[in-house]
C-alpha cells in the first residue's frame, strides 16, 4: 500500500519539536560557550511553531492515521497546545537559573524537547504502543535531566530513584497492556473497547489486565501508594527541571488516563472506578497531610502535586462526560499553577543560593511587591480559594462527583481540602507578614517578568472567565 504524505498532516506538531531537537543538538555543537543563549531561542522558537501548526491542523472531525496507531482529536488538540504553552514558560523560567551555574547546555534543551514529544505522542496515542512509545520517550529525558546537574549527590540519588521506580512503573503496566492484549487480541484502542464491551468482565486475564494498568498509571500520577518517588525527586532535582517535570507531564499524565481507561476501557467502568476512588482518597489524604509537616518548599509542592492528583481522579471515577471535562480542565490550570509556582523559586534563586525552604519567602512583599503578589494567587488557586481558577476546578470536579450520587466522596475531598489551605495560606504570612531573611535584590530579566506575569494573571483571568476553557474540555468529550 503506497504512503500518503497526508497522513502526516495531524502530526505536524510532533514533527516540528523532532526538528527542532535535532536543530539544536547541531547548532549547539557549532556554539561557543558565550553564544550557548541560541540554543534557548531555538528551542522558544520551535515550541511557537509547533502551537501554531497544532492549531492550523487542529479541529474538524476525528482523524485516524498512521494504521489507525495515530489519533487527531479535540482532545488531543487542546492538551497539546496547552502542553506546548506551560513546556515554554519552564524553558523561560529556567534560563536564568542555569546560566548561573554553568548549565546552559544544548543537552538540557534536547533532552527537554524529547520530553515534550514523548507528551505529544502519548496525547495522540490511539494504540498500546504508540502510548508506551511515548511515554517511555518521555520518562528516558526526565530520568537524564533530573541527574542534568552532575556535581550534585542529591540529584544523582534522585535520578536513580526515579530511574528504579519508573522502570517499576512502566514494567507493570506492560504486563497489564500484555494481559489485556492477551484477551482482546488488539492493541488499538479501538478494537480493544469494542473487544471489552462484548466479553464483559467475565474474562479474568481482563480483570487483572486492568489492575496493573490502574497500578501503571497510579505510578505514573504519582498517586499514593505509588507516591514515594514524587517527595525525593522535587527536592532532590534542579528546580528548573522539577518546573518542568512537576507542570506539562500531568497534562501528558492525564491523556494516558483518558486513553487507557476512558477509550480502551470505558466499557468497565465500573470495575476500574473502585480503584481510583481508592487511589483518590489516600492521595487527598497522605498528600495534605505530610505537606503541613515540611520545610522545604518543593517537598511540600510534591506532597501539594500528589493531593491535586487525588483531585484530579475524582473527576475520571465519575465516568460521566462532565466528570472527564472537569478533570481535564484541573490538569490543565494545575499545570499553569504548578509551572509559575516553581518559576518563582528560581526567580528567587541566583548565582551559589536555591530558593528551596520556606523560609527563603520570608518578607518577599518587601523586595519585589509585585512577585508577592504573583506567588499569593498562585497559591490561593492550589487552595481552591475563588476567584482564582483554582476554585472554579475543584467545584467542577466535586459537582462531577456529587452528580453521579457520591456525595460522601465530595464531602471528603472538601475536608481534605480545608485541611491542605493552611500550608498555601502560611507561604502567604511568610510573604506578607514575616521580615525578609536577606536583602540580596530579586535579579530576573524582562522576559522572565513579562512571562511570570502572564501566568499569574492567566490564574486570575481564567477563574473570573472560565468559560472559554471549559467550553473546549467539554467539546473534548461532547
Same mark, same amino acid.
Given at each position: 500500500m503506497p504512503f500518503d504524505a497526508a497522513q502526516l498532516l495531524p502530526i505536524l506538531p510532533e514533527i516540528a519539536i523532532l526538528v527542532?531537537?535535532?536543530?539544536? =543538538? %547541531? /547548532? @549547539?555543537?557549532? +556554539?561557543?560557550?558565550? @553564544?550557548?543563549?541560541?540554543?534557548? *531561542?531555538l528551542t522558544l522558537i520551535g515550541l511557537l511553531v509547533a502551537m501554531g501548526l497544532a492549531g492550523l491542523v487542529g479541529g474538524g472531525e476525528r482523524v485516524l492515521v498512521l494504521g489507525d496507531n495515530v489519533v487527531r482529536d479535540t482532545l488531543g488538540d487542546v492538551l497539546k497546545v496547552f502542553v506546548l504553552i506551560v513546556s515554554f514558560l519552564a524553558f523561560v523560567y529556567g534560563r536564568p537559573w542555569l546560566k548561573d551555574r554553568g548549565l546552559l547546555a544544548g543537552e538540557f534543551y534536547v533532552l527537554g524537547l524529547f520530553a515534550v514529544l514523548g507528551m505529544l505522542v502519548m496525547i495522540a496515542a490511539n494504540s498500546f504502543l504508540t502510548l508506551y512509545l511515548g511515554l517511555e520517550l518521555l520518562a528516558l529525558s526526565l530520568y537524564a535531566l533530573v541527574a542534568f546537574d552532575r556535581d550534585s549527590k542529591a *540529584?544523582?540519588?534522585? $535520578?536513580?530513584?526515579? #530511574?528504579? =521506580?519508573?522502570? =517499576?512503573?512502566?514494567? +507493570? +503496566? +506492560?504486563?497489564? &497492556?500484555?494481559?489485556?492484549?492477551?484477551?482482546?487480541?488488539? &492493541?488499538?484502542?479501538? $478494537?480493544? !473497547?469494542? !473487544?471489552?464491551?462484548?466479553?464483559?468482565? @467475565?474474562?479474568?486475564?481482563? %480483570? #487483572?489486565?486492568?489492575? #496493573? =494498568? %490502574?497500578?501503571? &498509571?497510579?505510578?505514573k500520577f504519582g498517586a499514593v501508594p505509588f507516591h514515594?518517588?514524587?517527595? @525525593?525527586?522535587?527536592?532532590?532535582?534542579?528546580?528548573? /527541571?522539577v518546573l518542568f517535570l512537576g507542570s506539562a507531564p500531568k497534562i501528558a499524565a492525564f491523556a494516558l488516563g483518558v486513553r487507557l481507561l476512558v477509550d480502551g476501557m470505558g466499557g468497565l467502568h465500573a470495575d476500574w472506578q473502585g480503584m481510583l476512588v481508592i487511589l483518590a482518597v489516600l492521595s487527598m489524604a497522605v498528600g495534605n497531610l505530610l505537606a503541613i509537616a515540611q520545610t522545604n518548599i518543593k517537598r511540600m509542592l510534591a506532597y501539594s502535586t500528589i493531593s491535586h492528583v487525588g483531585f484530579l481522579f475524582l473527576g475520571l471515577l465519575a465516568g460521566s462526560s462532565q466528570g472527564y471535562a472537569a478533570a481535564m480542565f484541573y490538569a490543565i490550570v494545575y499545570a499553569l499553577t504548578a509551572a509559575g509556582a516553581f518559576g518563582i523559586l528560581t526567580i528567587l534563586s541566583r548565582e551559589g543560593f536555591d530558593a528551596e525552604h520556606l523560609d527563603d519567602l520570608k518578607g518577599l512583599n518587601d523586595r519585589d511587591s509585585w512577585y508577592a503578589a504573583l506567588m499569593a494567587i498562585l497559591m490561593f488557586s492550589m487552595a481552591g480559594v475563588p476567584p482564582t481558577v483554582g476554585f472554579m476546578a475543584k467545584l467542577l470536579v466535586l459537582e462531577a462527583v456529587v452528580r453521579v450520587d457520591l456525595v460522601w466522596l465530595a464531602v471528603v475531598a472538601v475536608i481534605f481540602s480545608i485541611i491542605g489551605a493552611f500550608y498555601y495560606l502560611r507561604v502567604v504570612k511568610l510573604i506578607y507578614f514575616d521580615k525578609p531573611a536577606t536583602d540580596a535584590p530579586i535579579l530576573a530579566s524582562g522576559g522572565v517578568r513579562v512571562a511570570m506575569t502572564v501566568n499569574g494573571l492567566a490564574v486570575l483571568l481564567l477563574g473570573l472567565f472560565p468559560a472559554t476553557l471549559l467550553g473546549l474540555c467539554q467539546t473534548a468529550f461532547g
Open positions: 527542532t531537537a535535532c536543530l539544536v =543538538l %547541531v /547548532v @549547539d555543537l557549532y +556554539l561557543k560557550e558565550r @553564544d550557548k543563549g541560541i540554543n534557548h *531561542g *540529584g544523582s540519588e534522585a $535520578a536513580m530513584k526515579y #530511574f528504579v =521506580l519508573g522502570a =517499576l512503573g512502566s514494567g +507493570l +503496566l +506492560l504486563y497489564g &497492556i500484555s494481559m489485556i492484549y492477551g484477551a482482546t487480541g488488539s &492493541i488499538e484502542l479501538g $478494537a480493544v !473497547a469494542r !473487544a471489552v464491551s462484548e466479553h464483559g468482565i @467475565d474474562n479474568n486475564i481482563l %480483570v #487483572f489486565g486492568i489492575v #496493573f =494498568l %490502574v497500578i501503571g &498509571i497510579g505510578f514515594m518517588w514524587v517527595p @525525593d525527586i522535587y527536592e532532590g532535582a534542579p528546580t528548573p /527541571v
